[in-house]
C-alpha cells in the first residue's frame, strides 16, 4: 500500500487529460471490489456480530458519532466551517469502515470474523448512514442530492454485498477459495483504478492547493491518529486483547476509496483532498498502530508472565 496508493495519485495526476473520460467507470469498478469482500462472509459471520451487538454499537457510535464531530470541530477551527475542506474531513470519518481493515486485524491478532461481518453491515447501512451524518451537520452549508446519493450507494455497496452473501451461503464458503487466485488481483487492480482515476478528475484543481496543503497535511495526519486513539480508547473497557485490536483498527481505517467517489461526485472537488490524503496517511499509520499494539501486548504478557 506503501507504494502503489502514491503511484497510482502520481500516475493519475500526469495523465489526467487522457484518463478523465473514463472516470464514470469508477463506479463499476468499485462495486466489484465490494463484491470480493462479501463473498468472505456468510450469515454465520453475519450472525457473530449480532449476538454481540454491543461490540458493533460502540464501533459505530466511536466511528460514526464521535469522531466527526471531532472533525467537523478541528476542521472548521483551521478552515472555517462553510469551507469544502470541512466536508472532506467529516466524510472521511463517516464513510463505512474499510475492507483492507480486515488484513491488519488478522496480521494484529485481533477477529477477522468480527472485523468481516462489521464491514459488511456497516457497508449495507451506508445509504442511511453517509446522507443523515452530512445533512446533521451541513444542512445550512452543502447541498447534495441525497436520494442520488442513496441510489448510488445502494448499487455500489449493498447490492454487491447481498450478492456476495449469497454466493457464499449457496456455495457453503468454497467461493473464496475457489475464486480468489483471479478475484482478489483483479479486485486489487480494480481498487488501484478508482484511485487512479479519481486522482484525475481532481487533477485540474491540484496546482490552486498548494497553500492550503501546509495545513491540510497536518491535519489529516492528525485526524487519522485521532481515529485510531479513539477506537482504542473506546474498547479498553472491555479489557479483552482481541476486541480493543479489531476495535481500533475499525476506528482507524474507512473505505476511503467510496470516500472519493462520493466527494467527487456530490461536493467540490477540493472536498475530495482530505479524503484522498487520508489514503496516503491511514495506511502508514496503521503500521505504527500495530507496532504499538504489539508492544502493549508484549508487555502484558511479560507482566503475567
Sequence with gaps: MFLIIPGSLVLGFIFSSHLSRFVPAVPYLFAYVTLTMAIGCGV???????????????????????????????????????????VGFVLFTIIPLGVSTVLWVGMSGGSVPLMLAMVVIDSALSPLVVPAGIHLLFHTDVQADTMQMMTDLLVIIVLPTAVGVLLFELSKGRIQQAVQPVAAPLSKLCFVAVVVLNASAIAPQAAALKS????????????????YAIGFIGALPYKNAEIITTVSYA???????????????????????PVVLSILIQQPLATLHHYVLHKLNNRKTGAHG
Design 44 to 86: 454465520r459471520q453475519l450472525g457473530t456480530v449480532l449476538r454481540r451487538p454491543g461490540i458493533m454499537l460502540r464501533t459505530f457510535i466511536l466511528t460514526h458519532v464521535l469522531s466527526p464531530l471531532v472533525a467537523y470541530g478541528l476542521s472548521s477551527l483551521l478552515f472555517g466551517a462553510d469551507s469544502p475542506y470541512v
Design 212 to 227: 492550503d496543503l501546509i495545513r491540510i497535511v497536518p491535519l489529516a495526519v492528525l485526524m487519522v491518529g485521532i481515529c
Design 251 to 273: 476506528s482507524g481505517m474507512r473505505n476511503i476509496s467510496l470516500g472519493i467517489v462520493l466527494a467527487m461526485g456530490y461536493f467540490s472537488p477540493l472536498a475530495a483532498v
